[in-house]
């Protein structure tokens, strides 16, 4: 039996035409650093960025439609200034049922889908 070791990358759909968004969102207002995609995948449309070890990769659905539920979690260092900065940006912060020892709050994306950070105490 295989032996998973981790997770490479989330993916997360958006709609033709998201990449001048999906940039200032994840890229200039989450501050992640956005990285080149393969050659050859190039003309599916997208983009990719690098969060910690892992990668977050925004695809380009014809038949688009938002995660509301399904959700990628950042877990994050001074989550405070995160939403302030993000609501500094206009973006609605959503807040959830606190969990012990942990800081969290939640945002759409630019496209709709659900996103968490999370802090641990």
């Known amino acids: 039996m295989a032996n998973i070791k981790g997770i490479d990358h989330v993916q997360l759909a958006a709609p033709p035409g998201c990449e001048e968004e999906a940039i200032s969102f994840y890229g ?16 599916r449309g997208g983009c990719w960025f690098e969060c910690g070890n892992q ?52 945002v759409d994306d630019p496209f709709g889908n659900r996103i968490e950070f999370i802090q641990y105490d």
């Open 28 to 43: 200039k207002i989450l501050g992640l650093k956005e990285l080149p995609k393969p050659e050859n995948l190039r003309k």
């Open 55 to 106: 990668q977050i990769h925004i695809g380009v659905e014809k038949e688009f439609s938002p995660a509301r539920k399904a959700h990628p979690c950042f877990v994050v260092d001074r989550i405070s200034q995160l939403k302030a900065d993000i609501e500094q940006a206009g973006i609605s912060v959503k807040e959830e049922v606190p969990i012990e020892g942990r800081t969290r709050f939640f």
